[in-house]
Protein backbone atom coordinates (compact mmCIF):
# COMPACT_ATOMS: atom_id res chain seq x y z
CA UNK A 1 0.00 0.00 0.00
CA UNK A 2 1.07 3.65 -0.36
CA UNK A 3 2.93 5.58 2.11
CA UNK A 4 0.57 8.63 3.19
CA UNK A 5 3.00 9.86 5.87
CA UNK A 6 6.04 8.98 5.76
CA UNK A 7 8.33 11.28 9.14
CA UNK A 8 11.98 10.15 9.55
CA UNK A 9 14.49 11.26 12.24
CA UNK A 10 11.94 14.45 13.36
CA UNK A 11 13.61 16.52 15.31
CA UNK A 12 12.57 19.91 16.41
CA UNK A 13 13.75 22.10 19.64
CA UNK A 14 12.33 25.36 20.55
CA UNK A 15 15.28 27.10 21.86
CA UNK A 16 16.82 24.55 24.83
CA UNK A 17 13.58 23.70 25.63
CA UNK A 18 12.57 20.07 24.49
CA UNK A 19 9.92 19.75 21.50
CA UNK A 20 10.56 16.38 19.67
CA UNK A 21 13.54 14.18 18.86
CA UNK A 22 14.07 11.05 15.82
CA UNK A 23 10.72 11.29 15.56
CA UNK A 24 10.06 8.04 12.67
CA UNK A 25 6.95 6.69 11.69
CA UNK A 26 4.71 5.93 8.96
CA UNK A 27 1.03 6.27 7.87
CA UNK A 28 -0.54 3.89 4.98
CA UNK A 29 -3.02 5.33 2.79
CA UNK A 30 -6.36 4.38 4.51
CA UNK A 31 -5.28 3.71 7.82
CA UNK A 32 -6.71 5.72 10.73
CA UNK A 33 -3.92 6.33 12.71
CA UNK A 34 -3.73 7.57 16.19
CA UNK A 35 -0.81 9.53 17.39
CA UNK A 36 -1.38 9.17 21.31
CA UNK A 37 0.56 11.36 23.99
CA UNK A 38 0.36 13.39 27.28
CA UNK A 39 -0.15 17.16 27.09
CA UNK A 40 3.22 18.34 26.35
CA UNK A 41 4.32 15.44 24.82
CA UNK A 42 5.27 16.79 21.32
CA UNK A 43 1.75 15.96 19.46
CA UNK A 44 1.49 19.45 17.91
CA UNK A 45 4.82 19.89 17.40
CA UNK A 46 5.12 17.17 14.97
CA UNK A 47 1.62 17.86 12.98
CA UNK A 48 2.71 21.64 12.99
CA UNK A 49 6.04 20.44 10.85
CA UNK A 50 3.50 18.38 9.14
CA UNK A 51 2.09 20.95 7.54
CA UNK A 52 5.33 23.34 7.44
CA UNK A 53 4.14 25.93 9.97
CA UNK A 54 7.13 25.11 11.70
CA UNK A 55 10.77 24.30 10.36
CA UNK A 56 12.56 21.05 11.38
CA UNK A 57 16.09 21.15 12.79
CA UNK A 58 16.71 17.91 11.59
CA UNK A 59 15.19 15.06 9.78
CA UNK A 60 11.88 15.31 7.29
CA UNK A 61 8.44 14.82 6.81
CA UNK A 62 6.79 13.67 3.79
CA UNK A 63 3.17 13.62 2.59
CA UNK A 64 2.09 11.46 -0.18
CA UNK A 65 5.43 11.44 -1.07
CA UNK A 66 5.99 15.48 -0.85
CA UNK A 67 8.40 16.97 1.23
CA UNK A 68 6.28 18.91 3.94
CA UNK A 69 8.38 21.81 3.72
CA UNK A 70 9.84 22.55 -0.08
CA UNK A 71 6.22 21.83 -1.24
CA UNK A 72 3.98 23.01 0.91
CA UNK A 73 1.92 24.61 -1.27
CA UNK A 74 0.81 21.02 -2.70
CA UNK A 75 0.90 19.57 0.44
CA UNK A 76 -1.41 21.86 2.08
CA UNK A 77 -4.11 21.14 -0.70
CA UNK A 78 -4.06 17.81 -0.11
CA UNK A 79 -4.52 17.94 3.45
CA UNK A 80 -7.69 19.10 5.59
CA UNK A 81 -5.82 19.89 8.80
CA UNK A 82 -7.70 20.77 12.13
CA UNK A 83 -5.35 22.94 14.16
CA UNK A 84 -4.97 22.25 17.70
CA UNK A 85 -6.00 25.75 18.32
CA UNK A 86 -7.65 27.63 16.15
CA UNK A 87 -8.53 31.16 16.03
CA UNK A 88 -11.20 32.41 14.25
CA UNK A 89 -12.14 36.08 13.01
CA UNK A 90 -14.64 37.19 16.42
CA UNK A 91 -16.59 39.49 13.63
CA UNK A 92 -17.56 36.95 11.16
CA UNK A 93 -20.41 34.29 11.75
CA UNK A 94 -19.36 30.66 11.21
CA UNK A 95 -21.07 30.44 8.20
CA UNK A 96 -18.83 33.14 6.80
CA UNK A 97 -15.87 31.53 7.95
CA UNK A 98 -16.66 28.67 6.43
CA UNK A 99 -17.50 30.18 3.28
CA UNK A 100 -14.30 31.72 3.37
CA UNK A 101 -12.12 28.46 3.61
CA UNK A 102 -14.13 26.87 1.04
CA UNK A 103 -13.23 30.01 -1.91
CA UNK A 104 -9.23 29.59 -0.66
CA UNK A 105 -10.08 25.60 -1.44
CA UNK A 106 -12.63 25.89 -4.50
CA UNK A 107 -14.79 22.59 -5.93
CA UNK A 108 -16.22 22.59 -2.06
CA UNK A 109 -19.62 20.49 -2.92
CA UNK A 110 -21.96 22.84 -1.07
CA UNK A 111 -24.48 20.18 -0.13
CA UNK A 112 -21.62 18.07 1.70
CA UNK A 113 -21.17 21.20 3.35
CA UNK A 114 -24.69 21.68 4.55
CA UNK A 115 -25.10 18.40 5.59
CA UNK A 116 -21.55 18.31 7.79
CA UNK A 117 -23.01 21.23 9.13
CA UNK A 118 -26.63 19.83 9.98
CA UNK A 119 -24.88 16.69 11.43
CA UNK A 120 -22.77 18.89 13.49
CA UNK A 121 -25.58 20.64 14.90
CA UNK A 122 -23.51 24.55 14.02
CA UNK A 123 -25.45 27.22 14.42
CA UNK A 124 -23.69 29.05 11.17
CA UNK A 125 -25.61 32.70 11.88
CA UNK A 126 -24.10 33.33 14.87
CA UNK A 127 -21.15 35.29 15.42
CA UNK A 128 -17.83 33.53 15.74
CA UNK A 129 -17.11 35.78 18.65
CA UNK A 130 -20.43 34.21 20.37
CA UNK A 131 -19.17 30.49 19.88
CA UNK A 132 -17.90 28.24 22.96
CA UNK A 133 -15.01 26.38 22.59
CA UNK A 134 -17.02 23.24 21.63
CA UNK A 135 -18.48 25.31 18.50
CA UNK A 136 -15.43 26.62 17.50
CA UNK A 137 -13.87 23.36 17.35
CA UNK A 138 -16.76 22.01 15.07
CA UNK A 139 -16.32 24.94 12.28
CA UNK A 140 -12.27 23.60 12.44
CA UNK A 141 -13.66 20.06 11.93
CA UNK A 142 -16.41 21.25 9.68
CA UNK A 143 -13.30 23.05 7.60
CA UNK A 144 -11.15 20.05 7.72
CA UNK A 145 -13.49 17.99 6.06
CA UNK A 146 -15.53 19.92 3.72
CA UNK A 147 -13.39 19.16 0.69
CA UNK A 148 -12.78 15.99 1.18
CA UNK A 149 -9.22 15.68 1.28
CA UNK A 150 -6.93 12.64 0.71
CA UNK A 151 -5.54 13.03 4.33
CA UNK A 152 -7.07 14.74 7.43
CA UNK A 153 -4.40 15.49 9.62
CA UNK A 154 -6.91 16.83 13.35
CA UNK A 155 -5.09 17.51 16.03
CA UNK A 156 -7.19 16.90 19.21
CA UNK A 157 -10.31 16.62 17.35
CA UNK A 158 -12.88 15.91 20.30
CA UNK A 159 -11.81 18.05 22.87
CA UNK A 160 -14.62 20.28 23.74
CA UNK A 161 -16.96 18.15 21.86
CA UNK A 162 -20.40 16.38 23.65
CA UNK A 163 -20.45 12.91 24.21
CA UNK A 164 -23.47 12.84 21.25
CA UNK A 165 -21.21 15.12 18.96
CA UNK A 166 -18.17 12.87 19.64
CA UNK A 167 -20.11 10.14 18.16
CA UNK A 168 -21.10 12.04 15.22
CA UNK A 169 -17.37 12.17 14.51
CA UNK A 170 -16.72 8.93 14.73
CA UNK A 171 -18.94 8.12 11.96
CA UNK A 172 -17.52 10.99 10.12
CA UNK A 173 -14.58 8.98 10.70
CA UNK A 174 -15.68 5.33 9.61
CA UNK A 175 -17.12 7.05 6.42
CA UNK A 176 -13.65 8.27 5.30
CA UNK A 177 -12.26 5.31 5.88
CA UNK A 178 -14.89 3.30 3.73
CA UNK A 179 -14.22 5.64 0.99
CA UNK A 180 -10.42 5.39 1.36
CA UNK A 181 -9.36 8.30 2.89
CA UNK A 182 -6.42 8.54 5.49
CA UNK A 183 -6.61 10.46 9.11
CA UNK A 184 -3.97 11.03 10.92
CA UNK A 185 -5.07 12.30 14.54
CA UNK A 186 -3.91 13.17 18.17
CA UNK A 187 -5.59 12.58 21.30
CA UNK A 188 -4.28 11.86 25.13
CA UNK A 189 -7.01 9.38 25.55
CA UNK A 190 -6.35 5.63 24.97
CA UNK A 191 -9.92 5.08 24.98
CA UNK A 192 -10.94 7.66 22.17
CA UNK A 193 -8.10 6.42 19.82
CA UNK A 194 -8.82 2.72 20.70
CA UNK A 195 -12.28 3.41 19.39
CA UNK A 196 -11.37 4.56 15.97
CA UNK A 197 -7.81 4.27 15.36
CA UNK A 198 -6.68 0.80 13.49
CA UNK A 199 -2.76 1.47 14.80
CA UNK A 200 -1.26 4.23 17.12
CA UNK A 201 1.98 5.85 17.59
CA UNK A 202 2.74 6.99 21.47
CA UNK A 203 4.76 9.92 22.18
CA UNK A 204 6.06 10.64 25.40
CA UNK A 205 8.39 13.50 26.43
CA UNK A 206 9.09 14.36 22.70
CA UNK A 207 10.09 10.84 21.84
CA UNK A 208 8.00 7.69 20.66
CA UNK A 209 8.02 4.82 22.63
CA UNK A 210 5.72 2.75 20.38
CA UNK A 211 4.09 2.19 16.95
CA UNK A 212 1.87 -0.54 16.63
CA UNK A 213 -1.42 -2.00 15.97
CA UNK A 214 -4.35 -1.13 18.67
CA UNK A 215 -4.66 -4.85 19.56
CA UNK A 216 -0.90 -4.58 20.96
CA UNK A 217 -1.93 -1.73 23.70
CA UNK A 218 -3.24 -3.88 25.89
CA UNK A 219 -0.64 -4.69 27.93
CA UNK A 220 -0.89 -0.92 29.07
CA UNK A 221 -4.16 -0.81 29.40
CA UNK A 222 -5.65 -0.09 32.91
CA UNK A 223 -8.96 0.60 35.13
CA UNK A 224 -9.48 2.10 38.61
CA UNK A 225 -12.51 0.03 39.87
CA UNK A 226 -14.21 1.16 42.92
CA UNK A 227 -16.42 -1.58 44.79
CA UNK A 228 -19.13 -0.84 47.77
CA UNK A 229 -20.21 -3.80 49.41
CA UNK A 230 -22.73 -3.64 51.58
CA UNK A 231 -20.87 -5.50 53.84
CA UNK A 232 -16.73 -5.91 54.95
CA UNK A 233 -15.24 -7.66 51.78
CA UNK A 234 -11.44 -9.13 52.83
CA UNK A 235 -9.28 -7.33 49.69
CA UNK A 236 -7.37 -10.80 50.42
CA UNK A 237 -10.21 -12.22 47.94
CA UNK A 238 -8.91 -10.33 45.02
CA UNK A 239 -5.29 -9.62 45.25
CA UNK A 240 -4.42 -12.91 43.47
CA UNK A 241 -7.34 -12.53 40.59
CA UNK A 242 -6.20 -12.56 36.85
CA UNK A 243 -5.45 -8.99 35.95
CA UNK A 244 -5.51 -7.53 39.69
CA UNK A 245 -2.46 -5.04 40.06
CA UNK A 246 -3.24 -3.53 43.28
CA UNK A 247 -6.28 -3.58 46.44
CA UNK A 248 -6.46 -1.02 48.85
CA UNK A 249 -9.29 -1.81 51.28
CA UNK A 250 -11.19 2.04 52.07
CA UNK A 251 -11.39 3.54 55.13
CA UNK A 252 -15.12 2.71 55.49
CA UNK A 253 -14.53 -0.83 55.27
CA UNK A 254 -16.78 -1.77 52.79
CA UNK A 255 -15.05 0.04 49.52
CA UNK A 256 -12.11 -1.83 47.63
CA UNK A 257 -10.39 0.00 45.36
CA UNK A 258 -8.49 -2.16 42.34
CA UNK A 259 -6.03 -1.11 39.65
CA UNK A 260 -6.89 -3.92 37.03
CA UNK A 261 -4.53 -4.49 33.94
CA UNK A 262 -6.76 -6.19 30.57
CA UNK A 263 -10.28 -7.79 31.24
CA UNK A 264 -11.83 -7.23 34.13
CA UNK A 265 -13.48 -10.16 34.20
CA UNK A 266 -12.42 -12.18 37.08
CA UNK A 267 -13.14 -9.09 39.82
CA UNK A 268 -16.47 -8.86 38.51
CA UNK A 269 -17.26 -12.02 39.34
CA UNK A 270 -15.54 -12.44 42.13
CA UNK A 271 -17.55 -9.14 43.17
CA UNK A 272 -21.04 -10.62 41.93
CA UNK A 273 -20.61 -13.51 44.39
CA UNK A 274 -20.71 -10.57 47.43
CA UNK A 275 -23.43 -8.43 47.75
CA UNK A 276 -22.60 -4.81 45.33
CA UNK A 277 -23.78 -1.34 46.27
CA UNK A 278 -22.15 -0.20 43.88
CA UNK A 279 -19.42 -0.55 40.91
CA UNK A 280 -17.51 2.53 39.19
CA UNK A 281 -14.45 1.78 36.81
CA UNK A 282 -12.59 4.59 34.90
CA UNK A 283 -9.80 5.02 32.91
CA UNK A 284 -6.74 6.50 34.59
CA UNK A 285 -5.23 9.38 32.24
CA UNK A 286 -2.54 8.44 30.36
CA UNK A 287 -0.01 10.45 32.47
CA UNK A 288 -1.00 8.16 34.62
CA UNK A 289 -0.73 4.72 32.95
CA UNK A 290 2.76 5.91 31.62
CA UNK A 291 3.98 7.02 35.46
CA UNK A 292 2.83 2.96 36.53
CA UNK A 293 4.42 1.23 32.86
CA UNK A 294 7.66 2.86 32.85
CA UNK A 295 8.55 3.50 36.35
CA UNK A 296 10.94 0.19 36.03
CA UNK A 297 14.41 0.90 35.85
CA UNK A 298 14.47 -1.09 32.19
CA UNK A 299 12.75 1.77 30.77
CA UNK A 300 15.31 2.97 27.62
CA UNK A 301 15.67 -1.02 26.83
CA UNK A 302 11.27 -1.43 27.20
CA UNK A 303 10.58 1.92 25.41
CA UNK A 304 13.12 0.48 22.40
CA UNK A 305 11.85 -2.54 22.50
CA UNK A 306 8.53 -1.71 21.50
CA UNK A 307 9.34 0.87 18.89
CA UNK A 308 8.29 -1.50 16.06
CA UNK A 309 6.96 -0.35 12.60
N1 LIG B 1 6.33 27.83 20.86
C1 LIG B 1 6.95 27.13 21.80
N2 LIG B 1 7.96 27.65 22.52
C2 LIG B 1 8.61 26.94 23.47
N3 LIG B 1 8.29 25.67 23.80
C3 LIG B 1 7.27 25.09 23.15
C4 LIG B 1 6.54 25.79 22.11
N4 LIG B 1 5.59 24.94 21.63
C5 LIG B 1 5.72 23.79 22.33
N5 LIG B 1 6.74 23.87 23.23
C6 LIG B 1 7.18 22.80 24.15
O1 LIG B 1 7.42 21.63 23.38
C7 LIG B 1 6.95 20.48 24.06
C8 LIG B 1 5.93 19.77 23.18
O2 LIG B 1 4.76 20.58 23.05
P1 LIG B 1 3.53 20.20 22.12
O3 LIG B 1 2.58 21.35 22.12
O4 LIG B 1 4.02 19.72 20.82
O5 LIG B 1 2.89 18.98 22.92
P2 LIG B 1 1.48 18.29 22.77
O6 LIG B 1 1.73 16.84 22.89
O7 LIG B 1 0.79 18.77 21.55
O8 LIG B 1 0.73 18.75 24.06
P3 LIG B 1 -0.60 19.60 24.23
O9 LIG B 1 -1.71 18.64 24.03
O10 LIG B 1 -0.49 20.09 25.64
O11 LIG B 1 -0.54 20.70 23.21
C9 LIG B 1 6.37 20.97 25.38
O12 LIG B 1 7.37 20.80 26.36
C10 LIG B 1 6.10 22.43 25.13
O13 LIG B 1 6.22 23.18 26.32
Request: hydrophobic share 40%; proline share 3%; aromatic share 6%.
Amino acid sequence: MAKMIEVDNLTKSYGSKRGITDVSFQVEEGEIFGFLGPNGAGKSTTIRLLMALLRADAGTARIAGLDSWQQSVEVKRLVGYLPGELSLDPKMTGGQILEYFGHLRGGVDQAYLKRLIERLDLDPSRKSRQYSSGNKRKVGIIQAFMHRPRLLILDEPTSGLDPLLQQEFDHMLEEVRNDGGTVFLSSHILTEVEQTCNRVAIIREGQLVRVGLIEDLKDIKRHDITIIFADAVSSDLFKDLDGVERVEALADGRSLHLSVQGPADAVIKAAAKHSVVSLISREPSLEDIFMHYYESAGQTAREASHVVQ
